[in-house]
Nanobody
Framework: QVQVVESGGGSVQAGGSLRLSCAASGASYFIPRMAWFRQTPGKEREGVAAIISAGRISYADSVKGRFTISRDNAKNILYLEMNSLRPEDTAMYYC????????????????????WGQGTQVTVSS
């Protein structure tokens, strides 16, 4: 069973930066696709960024130019570098992993991912 554990959340002022990390363990195979999602109370989970093993990446429009997803393939560790943070970025951030790589452009749909972490809170104050 694949386990996914996030870390790195916290509180920051608007304009600041945070780096999230996600470690995936327990897989007997290379995990081909991973992503970051976020969710606030009463709203649907939003796909923030996704990456597949070939290096292709997709971002939500709301974070393009500010967030960077990257991955250490050898260690199955996923990162999310978040810069120029805004109060609207406040959310619980989740890491997700998928058994398949999916289409050419990495999916950011929650239903396309098989394993989820417990989440890490990011709070941005104005």
């Amino acid at each position: 069973q694949v386990q996914v554990v996030e870390s790195g959340g916290g509180s920051v002022q608007a304009g600041g930066s945070l780096r999230l990390s996600c470690a995936a363990s327990g897989a007997s195979y290379f995990i081909p696709r991973m992503a970051w999602f976020r969710q606030t109370p009463g709203k649907e989970r939003e796909g923030v960024a996704a990456i597949i093993s070939a290096g292709r990446i997709s971002y939500a429009d709301s974070v393009k130019g500010r967030f960077t997803i990257s991955r250490d393939n050898a260690k199955n560790i996923l990162y999310l570098e978040m810069n120029s943070l805004r109060p609207e970025d406040t959310a619980m951030y989740y890491c997700a992993a998928a058994r398949t790589s999916g289409g050419w452009l990495p999916s950011r749909r929650a239903e396309d991912f098989d394993y989820w972490g417990q989440g890490t809170q990011v709070t941005v104050s104005s």
